[in-house]
T-cell receptor, first 110, second 110 residues
């Protein structure tokens, strides 16, 4: 079953802790993306990667970090510097013709 | 700068009524426009893109460059159309990087 897998589905983090969200795809897509989805604000781009070992900041990269060591994987770390991390995080990949999205991770800071 | 505006947060109609979800964009070049849909408890998925000129699930959208709009229309709404709809723009610069609107929730009542 080809697609994008995000894990975990729900994640709770204590204030001051870093946490890493997983995103894996088996679609052989070069490009991968992380978006944050908040009510009333739509999807905002955090980071994106065009190819392995390369990534670029999106519109709201502060407090986040990524890596792209393998084509299939694009993990997102939410650091303690992110002031408002509670949100729904979506990973996507693309080749041409539109994105394929994962099912998302809901992060809650407690 | 690229921007997508969806002026309605919520659109409520009765089954069988026509539907129009508005989308306006600002971009100086020749963008590619998309509509994405998120049904309850499902992942975000591509509904249609302007260059394919398809009709998906009875929905159509025409790119109006003069009015910089890409409104989504359906002549007769069905209850299963209830979902969150996002309009998105790609600057067509060679690498796909979508800018999303804030979304419109469509509620179709029986």
């Amino acid at each position: 079953d080809g697609g994008i897998t995000q894990s975990p589905k729900y994640l709770f983090r204590k204030e001051g802790q870093n946490v890493t969200l997983s995103c894996e795809q088996n679609l052989n897509h070069d490009a991968m993306y992380w978006y944050r989805q908040d009510p009333g604000q739509g999807l905002r781009l955090i980071y994106y990667s065009q190819i392995v070992n390369d990534f670029q900041k999106g519109d709201i990269a502060e407090g986040y970090s990524v890596s792209r060591e393998k084509k299939e994987s694009f993990p997102l770390t939410v650091t303690s510097a992110q002031k408002n991390p509670t949100a729904f995080y979506l990973c996507a990949s693309s080749i041409t013709g539109g994105y394929t999205f994962g099912s998302g991770t809901r992060l809650t800071v407690v | 700068a690229q921007r997508v505006t969806q002026p309605e947060k919520l659109l409520s109609v009765f089954k069988g009524a026509p539907v129009e979800l508005k989308c306006n964009y600002s971009y100086s070049g020749s963008p590619e426009l998309f509509w994405y849909v998120q049904y309850s408890r499902q992942r975000l998925q591509l509904l249609l893109r302007h260059i394919s000129r398809e009709s998906i699930k009875g929905f159509t959208a025409d790119l109006n460059k003069g009015e910089t709009s890409f409104h989504l229309k359906k002549p007769f709404a069905q209850e299963e159309d209830s979902a969150m709809y996002y309009c998105a723009l790609d600057g067509n610069t060679g690498f796909q990087k979508l800018v999303f609107g804030t979304g419109t929730r469509l509620l179709v009542s029986p």
